[in-house]
Each structure stands twice: as C-alpha cells, then as structure tokens.
C-alpha cells in the first residue's frame, strides 16, 4: 500500500526524483551528452574549415553563434550532470538545488540578424537549433523539479486578490 506523503514538498520531492531516474531522462541526458560531443567535433573540425570560407559579417555571425552555442551546450550538461548525480545517489535533491544556482539556463534565442544567420553553415545551423531544443526540454524539466508549487504558472492562489481587499479594507478602518 502506498503511504501518502505528509507534505506537498515531500511529494514534489518523490516526483522529481522519479523523473531524473526515469528512461526519458537517461534518453535526454544521451542526446544531451551526444550533442555537446558532436558540437566540439564539428566546431574544432569540419566547422573552423567551413569558418575560414566565410565573408567578413557572417564569420563573426559564426563566430558569435559558436560561442553561444557553447554556452548553452556547457551549462546544459551541467545540468544534466547534477541531475544525473541525484538519480546515482551522489547528491540528495536538495544539494542538488543549491548547486544548481551555479548553472544559467537561458531562455535566450539567437539575437544574430536573419540575414547574418542565413549565410551560416546548415550544420551549424541545424546543431544551434538542435541546441535550443535541448534547452527547452532542460528549461522545462527544470521547473518541473524545482519551481515551488505554489509559484508554477496557472497555479496562483485564486482567492489572493480578494484576500488583498480585505487587506486593504481592514487597513483603511485602522
């Protein structure tokens, strides 16, 4: 028989857990380390040959591009490795938490031009977008782990504003 948990921190506790230890997060952090290996190849190979033959603007597009795209690759893999650290016992959730505030995930997209990024390289293209991707499925596994219950979007304390005048109309006959 299932022992309901005494809090909802217990519970949210219990459900991350089973998340960074389910399939679907061993298959994310595969994809996830597999693309941060493929990205370092691609940019130390094939990628700085495809710089080299660039105009002027969009070499430093490529440039720009590339260090933002590890960026966001290193602080992905920070992630997934903490998480993957509590899944193999090394880290409780919390201490998870804590370092956790060490990594930034981004919501960011490019801010390079159209223009610019259409004179990129359709490999380095489709790893930028393969990257943003990966990040979205971070950013959104994130808050499911860690954001508090009652801070997640669409579940606001529906009576808050009606307690708020009853604040303000308490205060006002003091």
């Known amino acids: 028989m299932i022992q309901p948990s005494s809090s909802p921190q217990e519970a949210a506790v219990s459900f991350a857990n089973r998340l960074v230890a389910s399939e679907s997060f061993k298959t994310l952090f595969r994809d996830g380390m597999a693309l941060v290996e493929e990205t370092a190849n691609y940019l130390d190979g094939e990628g700085r040959e495809e710089a080299k033959l660039l105009p002027r603007l969009?070499?430093?597009?490529y440039a720009t591009e590339s260090m933002r795209l590890t960026?966001?690759?290193?602080?992905?893999?920070?992630?997934?490795?903490?998480q993957r650290a509590v899944n193999e016992g090394e880290l409780t959730q919390s201490e998870a938490a804590s370092e956790k505030r060490k990594v930034r995930l981004s919501e960011q997209q490019s801010a390079t031009s159209p223009e610019a990024l259409a004179k990129l390289p359709p490999r380095l293209l489709d790893i930028v977008d393969r990257s943003l991707r990966l990040q979205g499925r971070i950013l959104h596994l994130d808050r499911v782990i860690y954001q508090p219950a009652d801070e997640k979007p669409g579940r606001a304390r529906p009576l808050e504003p009606q307690l708020e005048l009853l604040r303000a109309a308490f205060a006002c006959t003091e």
């Open 71 to 82: 960026t966001r690759l290193m602080q992905a893999a920070s992630w997934l490795l903490l």
């Open 58 to 61: 969009a070499a430093l597009a």
